[in-house]
């Protein structure tokens, strides 16, 4: 590894250390919990149940759209994460906590936000007014696993773009839906 390099990877895991030391105070840690623990896939969920209920026959569309994005997202992150193998932040320095349990064992890409960035984006083309509730979840599921000890921010920026590219596709082979 060259000296640009070390001195970048360095500075990544002062980020996660600065970042996981938040979650030492017992609401930060609380709030991130729940906020991670929804982005599993309850909040997504019941979001599209919401949208079912709420607008018949446009949220079953929706929401087999964001089921397939979903799926998509799904199979695409488990594939990087086997392939990158990219150990998680606590497993790679002692000083960094892991404020939950991982779901499994490698980090990059953050699943969760790779999901919840495809998930708003694809909402909002459906339903732009969501953007208030949708932007923060999603902002806060990113956080979370930075400040969880579970993953690099490099990790979220890398799942931020791949659901920028991947629910950009997703709205462009759906005919009549678009995100502006």
Sequence with gaps: MNA?????VDREQGWCL?????GARAAVRAYFRAV??????????????????FDGWRGLSASAHLAATGLVALLLYRKLKRWTRRPRPFAADGRIRPWIAPLDEFSFPSGHTLHAVAFTLVALAHYPALAPLLVPFAASVAVS?????????SDVLAATAIAIALASLSLWLIPGVTLL
């Design 36 to 53: 991670s623990r929804l982005g599993d896939g309850a909040f997504w969920y019941a979001l599209m149940a919401a949208l079912v209920l």
């Design 145 to 153: 696993r930075v400040v969880l000890g579970l993953h690099y921010p």
């Design 18 to 22: 600065a970042a996981n030391r938040w």
């Design 4 to 8: 640009r390099t070390r001195r970048l």
